[in-house]
């Protein structure tokens, strides 16, 4: 069941995008008004069937939150965003607090609202550039992770199609696994997105990264603001390889 999580194939019953859809709701609930938690709300979904989750995928903001849900029970006592900040924000020598969302039981939401100084983020993709080596080189996170989490399946597991009604950017089709979006084969480059136009964008063939913050306001135009930005990361890099082969 984690698996399924992971790869945005719960078999829940979910419409992420619109004003009376799901996403929305669990916006209101859980992080506005903090009527329920994101475990009793999770509770109030209904599934779609035995065999749908294995096989669709579905882009679920409370898959990712449940998954926060699971990571928060393994580091209990500890709340999740202490141990953010004491591990994985130490181990990248973080120049700035980040500050997490939460509950009303204090549970990080694992969908959204987590925020970061540029430079912390430009942290964080270095960590992961380097497949889990902190600022000291030493092996913060198991490098087999990275196989597993930003590398795309032999199966073809991870792809999201263009039928699905919640699939990523038709016009820059990704593909989705655990928590992060693929590009398509045969190119490795991977990349995480937030609402309002942020990117952390990883290269390891390229041995670079790029971090964009923006601010779209929604995600009315999104489609094709991403595009852009993506084809405009891939330029950067492109020029950066060329500059470095001059020098």
């Given amino acids: 069941m984690l698996e399924h999580l992971l790869m945005m194939r719960s078999g829940i019953q979910w419409q992420e995008d619109g004003w009376f859809s799901d996403g929305a709701e669990f916006i209101r609930e859980v992080k506005d008004d903090q009527s329920a938690s994101i475990i009793e709300f999770a509770k109030q979904r209904r599934s779609r069937g035995a065999d749908y989750s294995s096989r669709?995928?579905?882009y679920s903001?409370?898959?990712?939150?449940?998954i926060a849900a699971v990571a928060e029970q393994m580091v209990a006592p500890e709340k999740l965003t202490h141990f953010l900040q004491r591990g994985l924000w130490s181990a990248i020598g973080a120049e700035a607090k980040a500050k997490w969302k939460v509950d009303r039981t204090g549970a990080a939401i694992g969908a959204c609202c987590l925020t970061a100084t540029v430079g912390d983020l430009a942290r964080f993709a270095l960590l992961v550039l380097?497949?889990?080596q902190?600022?000291?080189r030493h092996q913060f996170i198991p490098r087999g992770w990275f196989d597993l989490a930003?590398?795309?399946g032999p199966h073809n597991e991870d792809e999201s199609t263009r039928a699905d009604p919640n699939a990523f950017n038709p016009g820059c089709p990704l593909d989705y696994r655990y928590e992060w979006w693929l590009a398509r084969r045969p190119r490795t480059d991977f990349t995480a997105v937030g609402i309002n136009?942020?990117?952390?964008?990883?290269y390891p063939d390229a041995d670079a990264l790029v971090v964009q913050i923006s601010d779209w306001g929604d995600w009315r135009h999104g489609n094709f603001l991403e595009c852009e930005s993506l084809r405009a990361h891939d330029a950067l890099v492109r020029a950066a390889a060329v500059r470095h082969r001059r020098q």
């Avoid at 903001?61 to 449940?66: E, H, K, P, R």
């Avoid at 136009?197 to 990883?202: L, M």
């Fill in 130 to 132: 380097h497949e889990g």
């Fill in 197 to 202: 136009g942020q990117f952390v964008h990883i």
């Fill in 56 to 58: 669709i995928f579905n």
């Fill in 61 to 66: 903001g409370l898959d990712a939150s449940v």
């Fill in 150 to 152: 930003t590398k795309h």
């Fill in 134 to 136: 902190d600022r000291p």
